[in-house]
């Protein structure tokens, strides 16, 4: 389980975050959606550090720390329970994808480099990518770099996997092949935790939708509540923009 308990965090004067308490149970996918600037991949960010927020704690199972003054030893047990797959795939380009999985079971785990190669295969095999273990980024769609970096979150076997809107750079034609591996992958129970702007897969693959605007959680719950009777006008608003064959009155 994943706590958050009044997570702030703030750009100068400027409050991106105020206040964010939000709970995912095992097992569960949770979709953040909300309109640009509302604080959502801060909040993501915040989940594993690559962001220091500004007050509250994080819990991860029973591993909890002070995350505004948090130790060197916190941060790294932190993102040792934790993966990151990033908008723009995030990939080194000087090395193949098979070197890009291997690269933190090699220098993170400190497994051998030949059992790393034997599961790195296996995960890019996992994400359909058997045919690529040699190829390096350049050689590659958008839609399989990102599926190389689902295979090197998935390498490192964390408790939650945090997605940074995983299709926002990808041609239309290729959000399809990158959403399906991310449906295979919530089946098998990982915990997730996915900032999107894609409604369809927040409705079929989500237990829980989280609305977030103005740094702060407008709304939250399952799927078939948020989408189909919203509460909060803003919610209804944001809705109404985003999904306008559906009727919301406001």
Known sequence: MIKLTNISKSFGRNPVLKSID????????????????????????????????????????DFRMNAEHAAKKDIHALRQKTAMVFQQYNLFKHKTAIENVMEGLVIVKKIPKDEARKRSAALLEKVG?????????????????????????????????????????????????????????????????????????????????VF??????????PPAQLFNHPREERTKQFLKRITPELNYSI
Do not use: W
């Open 22 to 61: 939000l709970t995912v149970n095992k097992g569960e996918v949770v979709v953040i959606l909300g309109p640009s600037g509302s604080g959502k991949t801060t909040l993501l960010r915040c989940v594993n550090y690559l962001e220091k927020p500004s007050g509250g704690e994080i819990a991860i199972g």
């Open 129 to 209: 990518l058997a045919g690529k273990l040699d190829a390096y980024p350049s050689q590659l769609s958008g839609g399989q770099q990102q599926r190389v970096g689902i295979a090197r979150a998935l390498a490192l076997e964390p408790e939650v996997i945090l997605f940074d809107e995983p299709t926002s750079a990808l041609d239309p034609e290729l959000v399809g092949e990158v959403l399906e591996v991310i449906r295979k992958i919530a089946k098998e129970g990982i915990t997730m935790i996915v900032v999107t702007h894609e409604m369809g897969f927040a409705r079929d693959v989500a237990n829980h939708v």
């Open 212 to 221: 977030m605007d103005g740094g702060v959680i407008v709304e939250e719950g």
